[in-house]
């Protein structure tokens, strides 16, 4: 049960209910495996104190 | 002694200074005038030389307004001289002819500006002084037109929260990268300000929803690392292939203006390391007890938040500056897909 209030933010944020619907009716897979690489490979994400480059899409 | 380590820096944040001229409600580094003993250039030469020592990917400038540091591209071209990449975050308020002509011939790998406002109100408001919305899309025309590597990052509060779609609007198809994340109270910016943990979940949606709905060709966007973790339903919204530890003494070092070392600058200064000006960066980057925290981080460190979480050994309590500034410890923060579902919709 989705609550209103999600709605409510999304609509906000020009999500229409089958937008959201969309999203919340798929599970992710949060199941993975580390590969046997250095963890400078395989981070690619960015802190809120740092950047991603457009050159890194 | 110098030890190897095997961490290896990916990317170091440097505030080349903390003189800035604007002044943001959600600086989380109070920045305005300059720290009392910033490093000098020769300091700072030998600090670039460091950072190619210990293996250094990418070279962070940041400030305050680096932009402001007389020497900025003296020591960009070190930073590529020594074979690093440069990335620079501005506020893009600070231009001229001839800044974008260094930076042209710099080629950094990245040059970021902070978007905080789909209007000069909203903006020039958060940014605490009018007319840096103009000055900002002005910067950013410049650099568009001779092909500098453009990324707007905003920082999601309150008060910026329903122009996100009016900004997506303004980023569509313009080749400009777009770098999401969200406020927390470090510094000046007041805690009432703060995203609601629904308003968190939603921009995550809103994420969602464009990288789904748009190729990264149309446009290229990110959930910084405090857009996280584990959700059922919301797809990790970084490029790691996880929802990763926070990264600060692991893949990331800080380094403040005055030479202090620091695994992330959202941490308070109890988290400094050392330095650089007293000990060489390599003795504190190899230094086996350096970034404990995180580099000998273990389930039972995990905060009153997440102790109980399937997956709190692999996010390790999510965002050290978010947990710190919401509940004055690490590895606990609040602000978790993960645990917002579970409220929301009572799922496991």
Redesign the interface.
């Given at each position: 049960?989705?609550?209103n209030?999600?709605y409510k933010?999304?609509e906000?944020?020009?999500?229409t209910k089958d937008?959201?619907d969309d999203?919340?009716s798929?599970?992710?897979n949060?199941e993975?495996k580390?590969?046997n690489t250095?963890?400078?490979e395989?981070?690619?994400?960015?802190?809120?104190?740092?950047?991603?480059?457009?050159?890194?899409? | 002694m110098n030890q190897k380590s095997s961490y290896i820096p990916k990317q170091v944040v440097w505030e080349l200074t903390l003189k800035c001229n604007l002044k943001c409600i959600h600086c989380g580094s109070l920045a305005g005038k300059a720290r009392d003993k910033e490093l000098s250039t020769i300091e700072a030469i030998n600090l670039c030389r460091d950072l190619a020592e210990i293996n250094t990917k990418e070279v962070c400038f940041m400030g305050g307004e680096p932009f402001l540091r007389k020497e900025w591209f003296k020591l960009g071209k070190e930073v590529k001289d020594l074979g690093m990449r440069l990335l620079i975050i501005s506020n893009g308020t600070i231009f001229n002819n001839d800044i974008i002509s260094k930076l042209f011939q710099l080629q950094p790998y990245g040059l970021s500006m902070s978007l905080d406002g789909a209007t000069a109100k909203t903006h020039d408001y958060i940014r605490g002084v009018n007319g840096s919305f103009k000055k900002l899309i002005e910067f950013i025309s410049l650099s568009k037109k001779v092909d500098l590597p453009v990324t707007v990052i905003t920082t999601v509060n309150k008060l910026n929260f329903k122009e996100l779609p009016m900004i997506k609007d303004f980023l569509l198809r313009k080749n400009i990268a777009w770098q999401i994340q969200n406020a927390s109270p470090e510094g000046r910016f007041p805690k009432k300000l703060m995203l609601s943990k629904e308003e968190f979940y939603s921009l995550g949606l809103f994420i969602a929803s464009i990288q789904k709905k748009y190729s990264k060709e149309e446009l290229p966007i990110i959930g910084a690392h405090c857009c996280g973790y584990h959700s059922k339903y919301i797809p990790r919204l970084g490029k790691s292939p996880q929802w990763d530890v926070c990264q600060a003494g692991i893949t990331t070092l800080s380094i403040k203006s005055n030479g202090d070392v620091i695994g992330c600058l959202s941490m308070p200064d109890d988290y400094i390391e050392g330095n650089c000006i007293d000990k060489r960066i390599s003795e504190i980057w190899n230094n086996p007890n350096s970034f404990a925290y995180n580099r000998k981080f273990k389930k039972e460190d995990l905060g009153e938040n997440c102790k109980d979480c399937k997956y709190g050994k692999i996010c390790g309590g999510g965002c050290m500056g978010m947990s710190l500034s919401l509940t004055g410890k690490p590895h606990n923060d609040p602000y978790c897909y993960y645990k917002i579902e579970k409220n929301l919709y009572r799922t496991d």
């Open positions: 049960m989705i609550p209030e999600i933010m999304g906000d944020l020009g999500l937008i959201i999203i919340l798929r599970e992710v949060n993975y580390i590969e250095s963890p400078v395989i981070y690619k994400g960015v802190g809120r104190y740092s950047t991603v480059s457009i050159n890194d899409f | -």
